[in-house]
Every structure is written in structure tokens, then in C-alpha cells.
Antibody, heavy 119, light 110 residues
Framework: EVQLVESGGGLVQPGGSLRLSCAAS????????MNWVRQAPGKGLEWVSY????????YYAESVKGRFTISRDNAKNSLYLQMNSLRAEDTAVYYC????????????WGQGTMVTVSS | QSALTQPASVSGSPGQSITISCTGT?????????VSWYQQHPGKAPKLMIY???KRPSGVSNRFSGSKSGNTASLTISGLQAEDEADYYC??????????FGTGTKVTVL
């Protein structure tokens, strides 16, 4: 079964750091581009970051640029999101999503992990 | 990059057809034929319903169809069913491997 499972969410104080992980299974992870998408409570979806299959190309939304770092370990079938200098507005469910490159659509999503930034 | 504009809510009776619009700009929807649509039930992850503006992934009902004209994409649900009640989001490629989602539309089946 094709599956993505996020972990690492939790409660963190403003200015703090957190590292999210996404474990992939059921497909050849190393051949797919991956993304992080977030959703604040009661709000819409927001694209956060992209990483190419090899990790050589990386892009971020302006709202997280300079604070978040996306990475991957193809040997471990895992995607990561290092989040630093967290703000209250970063509070959201964070989803990892597989990009079906040919059609530029997110075809597989994880169940999400909740990040709460609060003092 | 500003979010694509969708109506906040759309409703219809069982069996009816509804259409959700998604308005972007010439930098995203208007330039790329790469609009996708996602269905999200409460507390669940989004599910891909339409890609490349008009195509359905395997397993998605043919009651769902997509179209695009200029800077506006649309999702039509025909033969509305109770299980279609959910939030729907459009998404467009915006260049440089960046993506922009719509504001989201809550579909209510009356």
C-alpha cells in the first residue's frame, strides 16, 4: 500500500524549533518529488516547500523562507522539515504530499501532524 | 503569491449539479494547464479529484469534471450525493516549482 506517515508535531514556544518527519512506503520514494503543505485550524491549504527527487532543487513559500529547511534521505525513504524561529502563525496541520511530476498534482497525502506554536 | 479565489460555499440538492469556480491570474491559472482539485472531508487529508484541469485519476467518479477558461478554472459535480459534502480546493502551478491553493469551498448537500 502506498503510504505517507508524518510525525514530530507538538507544542512549541514562539521562537522555538521542531523537526517533522514523513516516512514513505509502498513506492520508490527516490524517484518522486515531495512537498510539505500546511493547514491552519479552520483555514485553507497552503503550499510550504518542494524538494526534487535527488534533493538538488528546493523551493519555499515566502512565508517560511529563511526559517524552514526541507530535506530528504532516500536511503531511509524519509522526508523532513526543520522548522526554526517558529511563530504563532505557523500553527497548523502539516501534510507531506507526493508530487506526480508529469501532471503537477499532489496524488498521495499523509494524515498530517499538528504543530502548535504557543507560550 | 496570493491564494486563488473560490466561493466560500456552494450548496445543492441531491441529484443536482453544482459548479465551483477558481480564479487566479495570468501568472498561474492563466498560464499553466496544471490546475488540480482536491476534496477534503473533516479531519481527513485532501484527496486528488482532478488534475491538468480536466482529467480524473483512476477511481474518481465521473460525476466530477473540470474545465478552464482564461484565468478561471471550474469544478462541476453532477448528480450530487450526500458523500460529496466536503471542502474543495483548487491548486495551480505558479512557476519555479511553487504552487498556490485556492481559498476553499464548502459544499453542502441540502
Amino acid at each position: 500500500e502506498v503510504q505517507l506517515v508524518e510525525s514530530g508535531g507538538g507544542l512549541v514556544q514562539p521562537g522555538g524549533s521542531l523537526r517533522l518527519s514523513c516516512a514513505a512506503s509502498g513506492f520508490t520514494f527516490s524517484t518522486y518529488e515531495m512537498n510539505w503543505v500546511r493547514q491552519a485550524p479552520g483555514k485553507g491549504l497552503e503550499w510550504v516547500s518542494y524538494i526534487s527527487s535527488s534533493g538538488s532543487a528546493i523551493y519555499y513559500a515566502e512565508s517560511v523562507k529563511g526559517r524552514f529547511t526541507i530535506s530528504r534521505d532516500n536511503a531511509k525513504n524519509s522526508l523532513y522539515l526543520q522548522m526554526n524561529s517558529l511563530r504563532a502563525e505557523d500553527t497548523a496541520v502539516y501534510y507531506c504530499a507526493r508530487l506526480q511530476t508529469i501532471v503537477d498534482a499532489f496524488d498521495i497525502w499523509g494524515q498530517g501532524t499538528m504543530v502548535t506554536v504557543s507560550s | 503569491q496570493s491564494a486563488l479565489t473560490q466561493p466560500a460555499s456552494v450548496s445543492g440538492s441531491p441529484g443536482q449539479s453544482i459548479t465551483i469556480s477558481c480564479t487566479g491570474t495570468s501568472s498561474d491559472v492563466g498560464t499553466y494547464n496544471l490546475v488540480s482539485w482536491y476534496q477534503q472531508h473533516p479531519g481527513k487529508a485532501p484527496k486528488l479529484m482532478i488534475y491538468e484541469g480536466t482529467k480524473r485519476p483512476s477511481g474518481v467518479s465521473n460525476r466530477f469534471s473540470g474545465s478552464k477558461s482564461g484565468n478561471t478554472a471550474s469544478l462541476t459535480i453532477s448528480g450530487l450525493q450526500a458523500e460529496d459534502e466536503a471542502d474543495y480546493y483548487c491548486c495551480s502551478y505558479a512557476g519555479s516549482s511553487a504552487y498556490v491553493f485556492g481559498t476553499g469551498t464548502k459544499v453542502t448537500v441540502l
